[in-house]
């Protein structure tokens, strides 16, 4: 017995040193799965009041939460979870966050903050929560300046929020020049106004004396360019938005000028100049004023944009018989029509992203707004109505706002906009009658 | 006195001679046969993964990273304290405590870090693991299983019918690589058996103790219960499965060039196979790929977590992240919870970092949310769906 113990131990180890290469074998391979569909829907977040530090902040935190509140949801992508479901009450902006609470209510993310008001200054800061994985999505912020500019900070907050969420830049501190419309249609006043992106804020840039059109905003935010017919012509026009003071920009007697849009880099201008009957592209150096020639065609060129880096411009033309898309060289010269569906095509944007291009189409007595990419590929239509026109661009190249009017003498035209996806359509609340939104870039 | 003694030697040594020789022969028959099948079994370190894996999980590490919250969190009563994590319990000024998160004291561009930790892996070179799993899995998984029970049908070797899966109808693929797709048709065509084993137990200890059953039939109350079922349609699957892996080792042996297209055709067939009868998910590379020795997973098995996950996957189509396939391997633990912890990226492709980045998050949570809301796996294949890699593929559901 004593004997057979070490022998049998010996075996057995043997047999184990004998087993060994095997034993990788019979470790465990993963249960491969696939799974190729999800849920399109709002991610729920929760958004406790923030709290008010002292009195005085009472009223601008509720406000500032609400702002939050209602740029958020108003993308379509994220849910608010009521208040009422709330099981945790967060009344201490450096309380522990009670996960589980904001699990049981199905929370994604958790959004506190707090404000304080000192000496006309106030001071919003906030933190945001990953529920679901138990930590914090990224660090606190935290945000300064005089009390009037609540909003502002209240969108700043709402950016960072949804760019930690979706790994996108924000839209919300944003502003819109578009063209106020007031009046019977046979009398139209027509204004500049710019207003921030969600309406608020609406303050207008020219009295209303002459006639405006298609202002585009500076990539800087700084300036906007548009088209006056104070000549009693149509021209273009550039306006600082510091000073409000405003300079023609060609001097070409006999000539019109319209649909102009600046380069990315700020530094010229493309727009459409007709002489003769005749209209081409022309691009402007805005500091020396030097022009150039970028088109040279019997039919109407107009509605140049340029593509985020300033390579390429995209345009309509009717050189095929009717409205069409074409894209060449910011220099000129080799244009390529990439829109072939039936209806005409006009007033082409390139997105910020780069990856689409915006336009109106017009099909059987009907506009719709669409997409496609830059070679003309993957056309959809996010829209459809009676009158759709003019897209432009949120700066993260997200959403399209674009005018929208309905039938009817006595109808006004409305500024829209719709998510990327075509989803969340929605009218932006303005001050009368608006239309020829241009969206503005993300403020500093 | 010599004479005995010699003797007495002698006897004692022919004694222990024949001990040692005569046990050492005839225990040298008896154990092998049985020791061995149970040293590799039970000695494995899958026992201690499995016992780790049963052992509480050790709650989420990040959270305690980022913050002192994180930690308090787990306290759920105590209200008044824990709010400031700081050294000091002053009564002083609360709000002046602020946290050290906090930044920037004027306004400024938020633009925000995306937390770049977690991202590991790139996603270029994660495909080739993803591409090759089908093959060296088949490989992996065939050994043991051929060698149990696919004996009796060994010969047919179509390995080259595999290249001729490519033909352009899906369902025609499948035919024609008779070896390889057909496991998989099989497969579904037994689901609602495995289905029906599934819905009986509602107690799952009982089941798991009728997994055991089938060897040692302990168990004896309740004879009613139908688990016994699923060893029938189990062993099919099995033969499939081992037919599907018999071409991949035939070819091995002929020319090895041969074995990427066979792989990616067989991929390509068995997905198109999987996708065209289940819409939401489908288990890659054919079920029960594990060589463990319980019963493998079907596809009745893995509806219940797959849809689970679907509803808790939200797709942002408009998104760049919605342009990213993430490959994501978890553990659960035998309660079908996940263990957080074990929640890691294998591999992305598309989109940049960023949008790959948020892919991840987007199926780590859905994972976690799911797990939450439960997977209603069968516990008596533990074994099978402890380790799952999840291909997160929102491919079908990007703008058009």
């Not at chain 1, 007697?253 to 003769?276: H, I, K």
């Not at chain 1, 898309?325 to 780069?354: E, Q």
């Not at chain 2, 939450?372 to 294949?381: E, H, Q, T, V």
């Amino acid at each position: 017995m004593m004997f057979k113990r070490p022998l049998a131990l010996i075996l057995a180890l043997a047999l184990a040193g004998l087993a060994l290469p095997g034993a990788p074998a019979a470790q465990a391979a993963p249960l491969k799965l696939r799974l190729t569909q999800g849920v399109i829907e709002p991610l729920p977040y929760a958004l406790p009041a923030f709290i008010a530090d002292g009195a005085a902040a009472t009223q601008v935190a509720q406000q500032i939460t609400g702002v939050i509140a209602d740029d958020l949801t108003g993308t379509g992508l994220f849910r608010q979870i009521p208040s009422s479901a709330f099981i945790s009450k967060v009344t201490n902006f450096d309380a522990p966050v009670r996960y589980a609470d904001w699990k049981a209510i199905n929370a994604q993310a958790l959004i506190t903050g707090a404000v304080s008001v000192q000496g006309g200054k106030v001071v919003v800061k906030f933190r945001l929560f990953d529920v679901f994985n138990g930590a914090p999505l990224g660090e606190g912020l935290q945000f300064a300046g005089p009390v009037d500019t609540w909003r502002r900070m209240a969108h700043k907050v709402a950016d960072a929020v949804y760019s930690r969420i979706t790994g996108e830049s924000g839209y919300f501190d944003s502003r819109v020049v578009y063209v106020a419309e007031s009046g019977p249609k046979t009398n139209r006043v027509r204004r500049l106004a710019i207003m921030d992106y969600d309406g608020a804020n609406t303050s207008y840039l020219t009295d209303g004396r002459s006639i405006v059109l298609a202002p585009r905003f500076s990539p800087d935010g700084q300036r906007v360019i548009f088209v006056s017919y104070q000549s009693g012509f149509p021209h273009v026009y550039m306006m600082d938005l510091a000073t409000l003071q405003e300079r023609r920009l060609d001097n070409q007697p006999g000539t019109m000028t319209f649909a102009p849009r600046f380069s990315p880099d700020g530094r010229s201008a493309v727009y459409s100049l007709e002489r003769d009957g005749n209209t081409d592209l022309y691009s402007i150096n805005l500091s020396s004023g030097q022009t150039q020639r970028l088109t040279q065609a019997p039919s109407i060129e107009t509605a140049p944009d340029y593509s985020p880096d300033g390579s390429r411009i995209v345009f309509e033309s009717d050189r095929s018989g009717q409205q069409q898309i074409y894209v060449m060289s910011a220099g000129g010269g080799g244009a390529t029509r990439i829109s072939f569906g039936p209806g005409k095509y006009a007033t082409p944007v390139w997105s910020p992203r780069g990856d689409l291009i915006a336009f109106t189409k017009q099909d059987q007595g009907r506009f719709y707004i669409g997409v496609m990419k830059p070679d003309g590929s993957d056309e959809r239509l996010l829209t459809a109505s009676f009158l759709d026109e003019g897209p432009t661009w949120a700066p993260n190249g997200r959403v399209i706002m674009f005018t929208r009017e309905a039938p009817g003498s006595d109808s006004m035209p409305q500024i829209y906009s719709v998510d990327v996806s075509g989803r969340n359509l929605k009218p932006v609340p303005t001050q009368g009658g608006a239309s020829d939104p241009s969206w503005g870039p993300l403020r500093k | 006195m010599r004479t005995g003694t010699i003797i007495s030697g002698i006897g004692h040594v022919g004694l222990i001679l024949w001990l040692l020789f005569g046990g050492y022969l005839t225990a040298h028959n008896d154990a092998p046969p049985i020791q061995v099948s149970d040293v590799s079994l039970i000695t494995n370190k899958q026992f201690a993964q499995l016992t780790a894996a049963a052992a509480p999980p050790p709650a989420r590490p990040q959270t305690k990273v980022k913050s002192p919250e994180a930690a308090k969190e787990t306290k759920p009563a105590k209200a008044p304290k824990p709010d400031t994590p700081a050294v000091s319990p002053k009564p002083a000024p609360k709000p002046k405590q602020e946290p050290k998160p906090d930044k920037l004291p004027q306004i400024t561009s938020a633009e925000p870090r995306v937390q770049p930790p977690k991202f590991l892996k790139a996603p270029t070179p994660e495909k080739p693991p993803a591409a090759a799993t089908l093959s060296p899995d088949v490989h992996t998984s065939a050994p043991p299983k051929a060698s149990q029970r696919v004996a009796p049908t060994p010969a047919p070797a179509p390995a080259p019918d595999a290249a001729v899966a490519p033909v352009p109808t899906p369902e025609a693929a499948p035919e024609k690589t008779a070896t390889q797709a057909k496991p998989q048709k099989p497969k579904q065509a037994q689901a609602p058996k495995e289905a029906s084993t599934q819905i009986v137990p509602e107690a799952s200890k009982q089941a798991k103790a009728l997994t055991g059953q089938s060897t040692a039939p302990k168990v004896s109350p309740r004879p009613e219960l139908r688990p016994e079922t699923p060893a029938a349609p189990a062993q099919p699957p099995k033969e499939k499965v081992a037919k599907a892996e018999k071409p991949a080792k035939p070819e091995k042996a002929k020319p090895q060039k041969a074995k990427p297209d066979t792989s990616s055709a067989v991929d390509a067939a068995l997905a198109a196979a999987m996708s065209a009868t289940n819409g939401a998910g489908v288990t890659e590379g054919g079920q029960g790929k594990s060589t463990h020795l319980g019963p493998p997973v079907s596809a009745a098995d893995t509806e219940g977590l797959l849809s689970t996950l679907k509803s808790t996957w939200i797709i942002d189509p408009g998104s760049p992240s919605a342009d990213v396939t993430v490959t994501v391997d978890f553990q659960l633990s035998p309660d079908g919870k996940v263990i957080p912890s074990t929640i890691k990226l294998v591999s992305a492709e598309g989109g940049n970092q960023t949008a790959q980045q948020i892919a991840y998050r987007k199926a780590r949570t859905a994972i976690l949310h799911g797990s939450d809301l439960g997977f209603n796996l069968p516990p008596a294949k533990y074994q099978e769906w402890r380790d799952i890699q999840m291909v997160f593929d929102p491919k079908g559901m990007r703008l058009q």
